[in-house]
């Protein structure tokens, strides 16, 4: 019975022993997963780390470089200054201003406007330096005339009116021609050669009038020009747009402005002419009748 009980005793140690074996063994294997699985997180974690401070410090970075792009963008850039418009437009001197004119309203008819301003300019300048020399004092030439008259006759009247220029002394020198004929051959020779006068004084004044109607003929011929051009240019484009008309509307207003412009400065010289041309035709004609006077006298004082 003993011997039994110390077998089973001994069997039940033995069970004890290897249970208690294995579960030692259990543990290290549990301990070493655990382990395992601790340091493997450790890793994990540490990588994580690395990476989020990694990512930190690129996000830094990041906000750095967009906060210096900011920075340089917000800063004032110094441009250089624009010259106004004014200014621009200053500088530029009335002789370009005026060629680039001439070339935007067509060289073709702006050529022709241009040819009658320097016509008739160049004839109203040769009539005005005409008429300036033509000129004379009536009044001192009769005096002169009447003491020549009273002195020495008629040859000494005709020296004088023959060392005297001027439309008046040629008028008087050929009714003193005529005085020993009478008095109304004088008369009839000095109204003759009056009219003789007056043409060469006149002469040029219808070349003048010819540009000053011709000048804006042709500006509105251009006009007319201008528009077909716009019109050609729509139906071609088979549009009605700002741009396409521009170029030819824009030639038909300068043209029309020039031929205008020519046409008024020609006038003004024309109007200054004929006031001219008429005093000088009425000294001639009140000298002429004086002279006459002058001559009966000195014929009644024989």
């Not at 008429?131 to 040859?155: C, P, Q, R, Y």
């Amino acid at each position: 019975m003993k011997s039994t009980l110390n077998s089973i005793f001994a069997l039940g140690l033995g069970k004890t022993k290897r249970m208690l074996a294995l579960f030692a063994v259990f543990a290290l294997l549990t301990a070493g997963s655990v382990n395992a699985v601790y340091a493997q997180s450790e890793e994990t974690t540490g990588e994580e780390t690395t990476e989020a401070a990694a990512g930190d410090t690129a996000a830094a970075m990041e906000e750095d470089s967009a906060a210096a792009t900011e920075a340089v963008m917000e800063e004032p850039v110094e441009e250089a200054p624009a010259a106004p418009v004014e200014e621009m437009e200053e500088a530029k001197t009335f002789h370009q201003v005026l060629k680039q004119k001439f070339i935007d309203g067509g060289p073709i008819f702006m050529s022709f406007v241009l040819i009658c301003l320097i016509l008739g300019l160049a004839i109203c300048i040769e009539r005005i330096l005409y008429l300036s020399l033509s000129t004379s004092n009536s009044k001192k030439l009769l005096d002169e005339v009447e003491s020549a008259l009273n002195s020495g006759g008629v040859e000494a009247a005709k020296e004088v009116c023959r060392n005297t220029s001027g439309p008046v002394a040629s008028i008087f020198y050929q009714g003193l021609e005529r005085s020993t004929e009478g008095i109304d051959m004088v008369e009839k020779s000095v109204v003759s050669y009056g009219s003789v006068q007056m043409g060469l004084l006149e002469k040029g004044l219808s070349w003048i009038s010819l540009f000053i109607a011709l000048a804006p003929m042709l500006g509105f011929f251009g006009t007319v020009i201008g528009m077909i051009d716009a019109f050609d240019a729509i139906a071609a484009a088979n549009n009605i747009s700002p741009g396409i008309v521009a170029e030819g509307i824009g030639v038909a207003l300068i043209t029309t402005v020039s031929g205008l412009l020519v046409a008024m400065v020609l006038q003004v010289f024309y109007n200054y002419i004929v006031a001219k041309v008429d005093s000088i035709v009425n000294d001639m004609e009140d000298a002429s009748i004086t002279l006459i006077d002058l001559l009966v006298k000195h014929q009644a004082s024989k």
